[in-house]
Structures are given as C-alpha cells and as structure tokens.
C-alpha cells in the first residue's frame, strides 16, 4: 500500500497509510459510513452498524455448545428453590458478570450466594476446597463466570461432592474440558460456527446470552404468568463496563452492548455504579473512556489490593449509603494500587531493557505486588511494542505472572501450550492477554519456549506496523462538527480504534512543556487558520523533542485524534498528538 502523504518514515520511525483511501468530497454525513467501512464492516451492512442495536445482532443462545443444558439447569433451581451459588473471577469482567446473574436471580425470585477468590491467598478461578465449602453451605447448583476452563481437578472435586458447575468462560479452551455439568464458553474448539463467531466476546457478554436463555427458558415454561418478567436489558450498563475493562474488541455484538449499556448506565438505575460515578467525579454521562479509565480501575482495585468481593458489593447493593461506602474505599484502595504500580513499573523497566530486542519480554522478581502485574505487562507491552509478560515471584519460589500482547500474537494460545509442554504449573487466557504459575528456577526455559513459539509472529506484527489515518484535514477542519460525526460511527475501544486524522501542513507555534511532561502548542496553516495540538508525556520522546526544537518557519504534518477542548466548553476542539512529519 502506498505511503499516505508519501511518508515513509516519520518522527517516530514508521510509515503513514490509510485506512481506507481517502475520498476528497467526503461530506460529513458519508464520513460515518467510511469510518465503518474502514473498521471492516461490509458496504451492505452498513445500516444495522450507524445505530448498533442489541435486537441486530443477538445470536440465538442456543448456537452455543451447552447453553440450553445451562439454562435448563438453572431454571430448575429457580423453579425448585434451590441454592444457588455464583463463582466469580475477581477482575471487572468476573464482578460484572457475577452481578449480573446476581441481579437477575434475585429479580426471579432466588437468592444466590456470591463466591468471589482472594487473589493473593487462593489464585485465579475455582478450587475444590471453595467449590465444596458452597456445596456445603447448601448450594446445589454453581456457576462459575469468567474462570473455569481449565479448572480440571477443581470440577472433578466438586462433582464428586454432589454439585452440579456450570462454566460460562470466554477464556481459551483444551481439547479437554472440565467435567462441568454445562461448559459455555464461544473458545470451545468444538464450539459451532456461529457460537465460534462470538469467541471476542468478554464473560460478562456470555452471562447476558446465558439471562436470555435461562428467561426464554422460564417463559416456555410459564413462569411468568403470575411473576413480572424481569428485564434483562436492564443490566446492560453492566455489560457495557465488563466488556470494556477486559478490553474485548468491540465489533458487532460487543459495540451494541457498550453503545445501549452507556445508555443505559446515564440513567443511573445501578445504584452502585451510580456512587462509583459520584466517587469518580464523573459529572457528565460516562463515556467509554470513562469505563476502561475511571471506572474500571475503581472495580479491579478491590480484586487487587483490596477486598475481592467489593466490586460485586458494589454493583449489587440496593442501599444507598451502603454503595457511598464502598465506592469511597474502592476510590481509596485505586490511589494506593496506582502508588504501588508506579514503583513496580519502575523496577519493572529497568530489567526490561536488556530485552528490548527479544520477541517477548519476560521480567520477574520477588516483591512485586501479584494485584498489578497485568496492569505492568500492559505499559512494558506499550513502551517496547512488544508482548510483555510480568512475573512476580512468591515466597516458595513460584512465580504468578501477567502478559500483554500486541495485535496478530496469540499470547493466551502460547501460554497453554507452554503448560501442556510441561513448563508452567498453570497458564492460559486468550489472544490480547494471558496468566500463568511458573514452577520455582523455571524461568529461562519459560522464557527460551516463548520467545521461540512467538518470534516469527511478533516479527510480523511488528514489520506490519504503521500509523493509520482514516482522514486528511486542513488546518480549519479540527472542529467540533467534526467531533459529533466522528463520534457518530463509535463508541471506539480495543479492535474498533478511535479514527486518527493528519491535518496541515502548519507552522508550530506557542510550542511548549506543560504538566507532567506534556507537549502543547498551535498549529497554523498557511491560510492563517489554527488548532491546538497536545502531545501527552512526550516531552522526553523523540516526537516531543522534535516538537520543541521545530523553527517557526518549518512545515509539518501532524497525526492524531480530535477531542473537545473540555476546559473551554463551547465548540472547540485539538488534536491529541501522536506522530508527526515534515511537510
């Protein structure tokens, strides 16, 4: 593909391409429709994707392996009185999801226990002793969400004790499954081809397919001709937030989710999401940013550094005061994970440097706190470009890690075949994003097997690498109109990435550091027009430092998003800067 604006190389060394070749007579009621067409989506599909609406694009959740057994089983325990119990996994994805079926048992009428693991004392997903303790205390059924595919000895044990586990995962799957009454999970490799389709899906998404059947379920049955069916569409703010904090690509199913679960969440109907926004100083409704940036974090702190159990708390709790309290020490808790974060991403740097040329990075340590690793993996992945896995090592020489990985590498397919290799004590996850217990003094051959298994993928991947540009402005084209059409074919997140613009050429002026090492200055085309520009934490870089040095007289391109300027209101708006090019 040709260069866009013949840059081959820019300030920060890679090429410029379109998304899509540009149209020069682009009105902005056909930019949406480009934008669409550029993120894959058929000429004649565009209709049902201007306004993605839940009704366009639900499966029917009987396409999926073991949905109707789950369902079934589950309406029986309704019907009979049975305890239920719901396992949960402790990260955003698995509170959300346990919330959910939470929320929507109680509405027919049970009342469900909530098992939520102690990330440090018991590790991620279900074990015997937990699944046999619920067994126990009565419940008769469990549902395990977001973890369970590879909880082999943990099922067996609990089917041996009398309880029936039903697994809604998303995570990558064996050829051998888990013992599971139902196992619901889109990454079975014997999955059908539609159910398969949906394998981007994040668990929270698979527990609303699972609300479908088990109501569809209960309605044939006539459940509701004497109790008000509950409205599962209701639930989709939860929906919305799972699905952006486990950063699942949000195509088809998944953008529909998010863009009716914002919707639904501005109404403030979760009384716990609704304090969780009060603590954020969320003022406005909440943006998809605000799901994977404000309120996200808040949900994960309680899993990682705090209490496992405070996300689902939250997302369930029916008093006020009681949601104002948790949300404060969920808030809390968030400023002392961002505390411990900056000191482990420190050290965590420091020894990834000696791997910057590796396909993978792999760095561990004793100390490192195990509630922000993943988070670690996600910016060493950002700063090399390289999939990154974070290791912390535990007392008895074990070690719990976290990985990132980068577009076109399956780290999650890497990790499980490094456990079925013999080389990890436990490991999994899916294509973005992976966790693993390494045996103690097993690093180096962990290492030597990944970097192998990875190499000639991360070397394409990264040979691939360009900045996409979805559209050339002049200089007085960053406006606000322009914010509302481009927001128009959103919301944007993993897999469906915010439309990135070049605008110029233009004079650099007012150029200076501002904040924590941000860049900012003005962008004037030669017919006087201008816009505000802002390069953040670049000011160390080598684009901040082109940017600073720049003479008035020189001529750039320059690449990026348009947001509203908020500090100002009105109609403004500037591009938040990510490359640039001399013109």
Not at 233 to 244: F, K, N, Q, S
Not at 492 to 517: C, E, M, N, Q
Request: glycine share 12%.
């Amino acid at each position: 593909m040709d260069a866009a604006l013949n840059i081959d190389r820019s300030v920060t060394g890679q090429p410029w391409r379109w998304r899509r070749p540009p149209d020069a007579g682009l009105g902005m009621d056909a930019l949406v429709d480009e934008l669409l067409l550029a993120r894959g989506v058929a000429r004649e599909d565009l209709a049902r994707h201007r306004e993605p609406r839940i009704r366009d694009f639900l499966p029917d959740p009987s396409c999926f392996q073991d949905m109707d057994k789950g369902a079934t089983r589950l309406a029986d325990a309704v019907q009979r009185g049975e305890a239920i119990a719901i396992f949960g996994d402790y990260d955003v994805d698995g509170a959300t999801s346990a919330a959910l079926l939470v929320l929507l048992l109680r509405r027919l009428g049970a009342k469900p226990m909530v098992y939520i693991p102690d990330r440090l004392m018991e590790g991620y997903g279900p074990s015997g002793k937990a699944l046999v303790e619920l067994k126990t205390k009565g419940a008769s059924v469990a549902v395990c969400v977001d973890c369970g595919a590879q909880a082999f000895d943990a099922i067996e044990e609990a089917k041996a004790a009398g309880l029936d586990v039903i697994v809604v995962d998303h995570h990558q799957c064996a050829s051998l499954l888990p013992v599971a009454f139902a196992l619901i999970n889109p990454n079975r490799l014997d999955e059908s081809e539609d159910g398969a389709a949906h394998g981007h899906l994040a668990a929270v998404g698979m527990a609303f397919l699972l609300g479908v059947a088990l109501l569809r379920e209960l309605r044939g049955r006539g459940a509701f001709e004497a109790l008000e069916e509950p409205k599962i569409i209701d639930l989709l703010d939860l929906v919305a937030l799972g699905t952006v904090a486990d950063v699942a690509r949000l195509k088809s199913l998944n953008r529909a989710f998010v863009t009716q679960g914002l919707r639904v969440m501005a109404a403030r109907q979760n009384i716990g999401l609704g304090a969780l926004a009060e603590a954020a100083r969320l003022v406005k409704a909440p943006s998809c940013r605000d799901l994977g940036f404000a309120l996200g974090p808040r949900i994960n702190a309680g899993g990682r550094v705090g209490k496992s159990d405070l996300g689902v708390r939250l997302l369930t709790s029916t008093d006020p005061e009681e949601a104002r309290g948790i949300a404060a020490e969920l808030d809390r808790l968030n400023e002392e994970r961002r505390a411990i974060e900056m000191l482990v991403c420190e050290q965590a740097e420091e020894q990834a440097k000696a791997q910057a040329d590796s396909p993978v990075i792999t760095v561990m340590s004793a100390g490192w706190h195990q509630g922000v690793i993943g988070i670690v993996a996600g910016r060493i992945k950002e700063r090399f470009g390289r999939p990154a896995i974070v290791i912390a090592e535990t007392e008895d020489g074990t070690g719990k890690g976290s990985g990132r990985s980068i577009s076109g590498v399956d780290l999650g397919a890497a990790v499980l075949a490094a456990k079925d290799s013999g080389l990890l004590i436990a490991g999994g996850g899916h294509a973005m994003a992976a966790g693993l217990t390494l045996p103690p003094g097993g690093l180096e051959a962990f290492r030597e097997f990944i970097d192998e298994r990875l190499a000639a993928d991360v070397e394409k991947a990264r040979s691939d690498r360009a900045l996409l540009l979805d559209a050339l402005l002049a200089p007085g084209g960053v406006a606000g109109a322009l914010c509302d059409a481009l927001d128009a074919a959103g919301p944007y997140g993993a897999g469906w990435p915010s439309p990135r613009v070049a605008a110029g050429p233009v004079r650099l002026l007012k150029t200076g550091i501002v904040g924590d090492g941000h860049v900012r200055g003005l962008g004037c085309g030669d017919d006087g027009k201008s816009f505000k520009w802002i390069a953040f934490r670049s000011a160390a870089t080598e684009l901040g430092q082109a940017l600073l040095s720049s003479s008035g007289d020189v001529r750039w391109w320059l690449a990026g998003t348009i947001k509203r300027d908020e500090w100002n209101g009105g109609n403004a708006a500037e591009m938040h800067l990510e490359d640039a090019a001399l013109a």
